[in-house]
């Protein structure tokens, strides 16, 4: 296949071909079954460079003119059954590297949206820094709530993505420690 797509940002083994970045799109699409926003879909695929984010953008665009994708208003952008026959036709056409970082990125990416609707994490802006404050659910019932004053905002952000890594970490070390056993 010719090399029609930019290719800055894109690792050895990355798609450089317009048609290979529109049938990724539509593979992670049909893949998960789930909406997903332009954005998690250009991070799912530029996290390992598989592709310039530029063209992802155009993918997707061209990919809503075609009617291959469609967007769900406030959800996201969902594969139509034009779509999926087109990529579960065609996913062999794709490197057989580059479908499983693929799908091991969505996954991760699946994964840290599924804890961020689980888990509630604030910061609020005080007059000694910013108060963190993080939260475990379960469904309706609230297991944990820590309260942690950081002195600015980076430190904040980073706090908040440490926990939501692993929230069931940060349980279990305070359960820990509380309670003088190890558990698990």
């Known amino acids: 296949m010719d090399f029609d797509a930019l290719s800055a940002g894109v690792e050895p083994g990355g798609l450089r071909n317009r048609m290979e970045i529109k049938l990724l799109v539509c593979y992670i699409l049909n893949s998960v079954m789930t909406p997903l926003t332009k954005d998690q879909v250009c991070n799912i695929i530029c996290t390992d460079g598989l592709a310039n984010y530029f063209e992802i953008g155009q993918a997707i665009s061209e990919l809503l003119q075609q009617g291959n994708i469609i967007e769900l208003e406030g959800q996201g952008l969902m594969i139509s059954d034009t779509g999926s026959t087109i990529a579960s036709t065609l996913e062999t056409s794709l490197p057989f590297t580059v479908r499983e970082k693929a799908v091991k990125t969505t996954i991760r990416t699946l994964s840290k949206i599924r804890r961020e609707q689980e888990n509630k994490v604030t910061i609020e802006k005080s007059k000694t820094g ?14 944990l709530t820590v309260r942690i004053l950081m002195p600015d ?4 952000e980073t706090v908040k993505e440490q926990f939501l890594n692993d929230p069931t970490g940060t349980y279990q070390t305070v359960l820990e420690k509380l309670t003088g056993e190890e558990i698990g």
């Open 130 to 143: 910013f108060i963190v404050s993080l939260g475990i659910w379960e469904k309706d019932l609230e297991l």
């Open 153 to 156: 905002r980076l430190q904040a």
